[in-house]
């Protein structure tokens, strides 16, 4: 099993552009959820998804998008890059079976907007 | 809605313990602790269900207390690699959102 994995490692946008951070998960997990980590700030939830075709957001979900069309995707889309967005970003996946969902962690993307 | 951890910091040498602390203003349904090292993913390291109930790993355990809605995770005997920040994550359901406090630095030295 490659367990979750994220692409790309690094990233560099500038101000205004778009792009989709890949998250992929080999486990059959049904849970998948994107976190931003910034100093001090600890893991904040942007988005999350209980199965395919089912999204919600988190505590910080403006500027994100995401869409879950398979169980083992859950892509993230900055819409338009800001300076604010500059950050760790680690995709999580788990079960949802009797609240044991310890959850599997990617090994981040780091990006920064200029 | 995020959890508040305490302290914020722990300085330790070898062979001392220490104690972090998690609470929140929600109830809850379980409680998640992590552990990442520097420049890494955060690891999983045990989940305490409601209930009271408490939970080993080696010389790292943790307790729940339903009723003030606070978890706190003992570490023992401190070795160099528990050096990390620790995160605690708290759900208020089954197969909810897991939000996480902004951690506990733990330094070990020899």
């Known amino acids: 099993n490659a367990g979750v994995t994220q692409t790309p490692k690094f990233q560099v946008l500038k101000t205004g552009q778009s792009m989709t951070l890949q998250c992929a998960q080999d486990?059959?997990?049904?849970?998948m959820s994107w976190y931003r980590q910034d100093p001090g700030m600890g893991l904040r939830l942007i988005h999350y998804?209980?199965?395919?075709?089912?999204?919600d957001q988190g505590e910080v979900p403006n500027g994100y998008n995401v869409s879950r069309s398979t169980t083992e995707d859950f892509p993230l889309r900055l819409l338009s890059a800001a300076p604010s967005q500059t950050s760790v970003y680690f995709c999580?996946?788990?079960?949802?079976?009797?609240?044991?969902?310890?959850?599997?962690f990617g090994p981040g993307t780091r990006l920064t907007v200029t | 809605q995020q959890p508040v951890q305490s302290p914020q910091a722990v300085i330790l040498r070898e062979g001392e313990d220490a104690v972090i602390n998690c609470s929140s203003s929600?109830?809850?349904?379980?409680v998640h602790w992590y552990r990442q090292k520097h420049g890494e993913a955060p690891v999983f390291l045990m989940i305490?269900?409601?209930?009271?109930e408490q939970k080993g790993h080696d010389k790292i355990s943790a307790s729940f207390n339903e009723k003030k809605q606070q978890s706190s995770l003992y570490l023992t005997a401190s070795q160099l690699s528990y050096s990390g920040t620790y995160f605690c994550?708290?759900?208020?359901?089954?197969?909810?959102?897991?939000?996480f406090g902004k951690g506990t630095t733990l330094s070990v030295s020899s």
């Open positions: 999580a996946s788990s079960y949802v079976t009797s609240g044991r969902h310890e959850q599997y």
């Open positions: 486990m059959n997990h049904e849970y």
């Open positions: 998804s209980v199965g395919a075709g089912i999204t």
């Open positions: 929600k109830a809850l349904y379980s």
């Open positions: 305490l269900l409601k209930g009271g």
């Open positions: 994550g708290t759900a208020v359901q089954a197969g909810t959102a897991l939000i």
